[in-house]
């Protein structure tokens, strides 16, 4: 597989949105990991739908995910406030 194809593939799979927000490192960062979390909350929903996961394993998979996003706003120390503009 060439590079091109490599990088369409990526990008087919694992789509990212531009982000309009306030731009610092970490509000970057942590829209790169909220973007990260709604894919994969996608993914588990589809296998859970399918059938492939049952819904306690889906909801354990979920709550895992969500503490890791919750920790990376933690540590990158974005605001819970509305910053005056």
Known sequence: ??????????NFIYPR????????PENLVFNANLQ????KVGYISCLETSGK???EEAYKQ???VWKQLKKSK????????????
């Open 1 to 10: 597989m060439t590079e091109s194809n490599r990088i369409s593939k990526d």
């Open 17 to 24: 949105s531009l982000y309009y927000g306030q731009v610092t």
């Open 36 to 39: 990260e979390f709604s894919q």
């Open 53 to 55: 996961l049952s819904p």
């Open 62 to 64: 979920i709550k895992k």
């Open 74 to 85: 933690k540590e990158l120390g974005i605001s819970t406030k509305v910053d005056d503009l």
